[in-house]
């Protein structure tokens, strides 16, 4: 009735997909592992450069605070209107002014800016 060597033959011939299945399932985790790595890398480059622009905002703030102390001394010392525009020794360059009694002074460092306003 049913042919033994045709039934053992179509039976060892039966295809398996324990490999296929392996490489798919590596390749899904190799691709996480890459988004992941990715991400981190990501996050790591914008933190390194806003280190770099607080580090640069801190010499910006200080020739701002200098720019408001010259034309707070020469406002206090001859009673006129200040304004003033300098160059530190730093490379950061300052802008002051003042009106009644308020001074604006702002200072830049690289590419970072801050200001300051003091009033009396």
């Known amino acids: 009735m049913f042919n033994k060597k045709t039934i053992f033959y179509s039976s060892s011939h039966s295809f398996s ?3 296929a299945t ?3 399932l590596a ?3 190799m691709n996480i592992l890459l988004l992941v790595s990715l ?3 990501s996050i790591t480059i914008y933190d390194i450069k ?3 622009e ?3 905002s801190v010499p910006a703030f200080y020739a701002a605070d200098a720019g408001s102390e010259l034309c707070l001394y020469q406002v ?3 009673g006129i209107v200040c304004s003033a525009a300098m160059t530190l020794s730093n ?6 002014s003042s009106d009644a009694n308020k001074v604006l002074s702002g200072g830049i460092y690289k590419n970072v800016s801050r200001k300051i306003e003091v009033t009396w």
Request: glycine content about 12%; aromatic content about 8%; hydrophobic content about 55%.
């Open 91 to 96: 490379g950061a360059t300052v802008s002051a």
């Open 54 to 56: 607080i580090a640069d």
């Open 50 to 52: 806003m280190s770099a």
């Open 22 to 24: 392996t490489i798919l």
């Open 17 to 19: 997909q324990g490999g």
């Open 39 to 41: 991400t981190a890398a």
């Open 27 to 29: 390749f899904f985790i």
């Open 76 to 78: 206090r010392i001859s």
